[in-house]
């Protein structure tokens, strides 16, 4: 052993001594001390060096490092499944793992702190769990992905020295709907199929002299809009009819048209906008004015909110004590009310019931009292007295019990009848069937019904052609639904289908109120919006960051080129233009209006079914609301001097109908009652 010096020698029969033992083990203890003892560094003083540590106690250990002199390595073995297996191997210029893919450095709970190395590391799979941060260049060969979900994002400060292409054609985007990029720099050529905005998608930039394609998803070129212009810059014509007067033409470069107003109307020019008004003379429907010398017909117009002082005087008679001779007054409620209570005085009131006779009571000191009778109960209440059945009556809807009655089916209506109420001798079954029942005692079953019609008749449809398409009824299992539209109401009684327009339709000749109508005069189709091209004839944003449509350019320059559109626009109807190389701008009279043109002139006036302020004319189908009316007279229509029962209520008692009405003491009794 190393270290250890042998201090005896034995042979059979020698004597060996106390001392002999220990100066043998002192030089066990010295060869074994922990820091002078022998060191097996391969020196022939201190032993070879340990070529394998183990399992401690272990003769053939299972986990060991071993020093392989021969192949030049030392190799860690550990304990796998009750074997021992070499994991990792030390030796030149390396550490390798003796199985690929097999050993893990670290694991995710207990990770190495940091890694240098300074040449090349070759992983087959790089999982960054946290952050990583490369100082130098990066190349990446093979598919790369960024994020694993759209909450990563990639920011990438450096510039981008290279072509960015997709992987195939027409079918990566770049954004997407509710995910824009803000601005698009670039300073060669786009090369773009097409060009979707919100609502319109550009498709083309065209080059016509002419813009004949008119189109509002396409661009067009500077030389084409200058082409264009200069082929509509000639000189025009406004041409012009009015309701008479045959068609006109101004020479736009040379004369002046004029808006004149005829009986009732007048014009004036402000701006761009010439106005046409009634005037002064001419009656409105809301306006306050006086007319003059007019006779309404009130059978066809309406007269409302007349009060006792827009009556002519000398027409109310205050007293009836001396009346006029003739129907030409009216008395008031103060003169009759006077008039009556001096010519009656309190009566009776005269009744008779079912039975007891004639009976009367006095109305100033008798009281007149209800009683219910057998199933009769009576409430008063204020002025009223209800009369209502009792519990002991039954009601067409409510739920009782009769007992012990006969119904007169000839007289009643008996509802909710079933089969099994029926004598069984009533009915006639589907097996017994009608052909053996042929009598009038018995009730056939639908069942028994269907058959015998199903046996005598085969099944038919109903052809029925509309204004828009045709449609058959199946007469066995179908019904046919005749359903009003808008403005059409149906009704069928007996075998008879009515169709009348109901009361939301205005009838050719009948007398309706239109409330809230609005008469639209065009729909534009294909107008364009968007938010970075605009459709805007007028142009009236003026951006510089935004495209126009060949379109809109194409009015844009139509409304500014001289002499090319007349550009106007009415009380309704919204702006409208008269393209003057082709169209001719017709200005129609409207409801009571009547233009004329002669010459440079154009003449609108009203016509003779508007009334004026002083002309005399008959209105028909009015409603005058709050009206003063001063002078005149009623004619015979409206006023009676007599009345008979059943007479319309549709005249005005004159003072002398009232004096003769108030002898009568019908009258009387009638105003005691209320």
């Known amino acids: 052993m190393a270290g250890y010096n042998r201090q005896s020698t034995y042979t059979d029969g020698d004597v060996i001594n106390a001392s002999d033992s220990n100066d043998e083990f002192d030089q066990l203890l010295a060869a074994f001390n922990n820091s002078s003892g022998h060191k097996h560094d391969g020196t022939a003083a201190e032993g070879p060096v340990i070529g394998l540590i183990g399992d401690p106690g272990v003769t053939t250990p299972i986990n060991k490092v071993v020093v392989d002199d021969t192949n030049n390595r030392v190799g860690v073995f550990v304990d796998v499944s009750g074997s021992t297996t070499e994991q990792v191997r030390f030796q030149d210029g390396v550490i390798v793992p003796v199985t690929d893919n097999d050993i893990d450095l670290g694991t995710s709970s207990l990770e190495f702190k940091d890694l240098f190395l300074d040449g090349t590391a070759t992983i087959d799979t790089l999982q960054v769990d946290e952050s990583a941060t490369i100082t130098a260049n990066l190349t990446v060969n093979g598919n790369t ?25 027409n079918t990566h985007d770049l ?4 995910a824009e990029w803000k601005d698009l720099y670039i300073d060669g050529v786009a090369y773009v199929d097409s060009i979707a905005m919100p609502t319109t998608t550009v498709t083309d930039i065209l080059d016509e002299d002419d813009m004949s394609s008119d ?3 396409a661009l067009v070129t500077q030389q084409s809009i200058k082409a264009y212009v200069d082929a509509q810059v000639t000189a025009q014509d406004l041409d012009f009819q009015a309701d008479s007067g045959g068609a006109l033409s101004i020479d736009l470069d040379s004369e002046s048209l004029t808006f004149t107003g005829g009986t009732g109307v007048d014009t004036s020019g402000s701006g761009n906008t010439v106005t046409f008004a009634i005037d002064s003379t001419v009656a409105t429907l809301a306006g306050s004015q006086t007319l ?20 002519k005087s000398g027409v109310l008679d205050t007293d009836l004590s001396s009346v006029s001779g003739s129907d030409d007054t009216l008395a008031s409620a103060k003169a009759i009310k006077t008039y009556v209570d001096a010519q009656v005085t309190a009566s009776d009131l005269d009744f008779q019931a079912d039975s007891g006779g004639a009976l009367s009571i006095d109305l100033d000191s008798e009281t007149m009292t209800f009683t ?10 204020s002025n009223d ?25 000839d007289n009643n209506t008996v509802s909710n009848i079933e089969v099994d109420n029926f004598k069984g001798s009533a009915i006639v079954t589907e097996s017994e069937g009608i052909g053996s029942s ?14 015998y019609v199903d046996t005598q008749i085969t099944a038919e449809d109903l052809d029925i052609t509309t204004d828009s398409g045709t449609i058959a009824i199946d007469l066995d299992s179908e019904t046919l639904t005749v359903a009003g539209g808008t403005g059409i109401d149906s009704s069928a009684t007996s075998n008879t289908v009515t169709l009348a327009i109901d009361s939301t339709v205005a009838t050719l000749a009948g007398s309706q109120t239109l409330t809230n109508k609005t008469l639209t005069s065009a729909v534009l189709n294909g107008t364009i919006s968007g ?8 142009m009236s944003s003026d951006s510089a960051s935004h495209l126009a449509t060949q379109q809109s350019i194409k009015a844009y320059i139509d409304s500014q080129v001289t002499a090319q559109d007349l550009d106007f626009q009415g009380d309704s109807g919204g702006a409208l233009s008269i393209d003057l190389d082709s169209e001719t701008l017709d200005i129609a009279g409207g409801t009571g209006i009547d233009t004329s043109g002669s010459s440079n002139t154009l003449t609108v006036a009203i016509d003779n079914t508007v009334t004026t302020l002083t002309g005399t004319q008959t209105l028909t189908n009015k409603t005058l609301t709050s009206p003063t009316i001063n002078g005149g007279s009623l004619s015979s229509a409206v006023t009676a001097t007599t009345q008979a029962a059943g007479t319309s209520n549709t005249t005005i008692a004159t003072t002398a109908f009232a004096q003769t009405a108030a002898s009568n003491e019908a009258v009387a009794l009638a105003i005691a009652l209320g």
């Open 145 to 169: 992905t960024l994020g694993n979900a759209a909450s990563d994002t990639v920011t990438i400060t450096a510039d981008v020295a290279s072509n960015v292409i997709p992987s195939a054609d």
């Open 215 to 217: 189109s509002a998803a």
């Open 438 to 451: 042929d009598n009038d005692t018995s009730l056939p079953t639908s069942a028994a019904v269907k058959d």
């Open 175 to 178: 954004g997407a709907s509710g």
């Open 385 to 409: 007295v209800s009369f209502a059945i009792d519990s002991t009556v039954a009601t067409l809807s409510g739920s009782q019990t009769l007992t012990n009655k006969t119904i007169d089916v």
């Open 372 to 381: 219910g009778g057998t199933g009769i109960d009576t409430t008063g209440s």
């Open 292 to 311: 003059t010398n007019k006779t309404i017909d009130v059978d066809n117009n309406t007269v409302s909110n007349i009060e006792v002082d827009n009556l």
């Open 531 to 538: 938010t970075s091209i605009k459709d805007e004839d007028d």
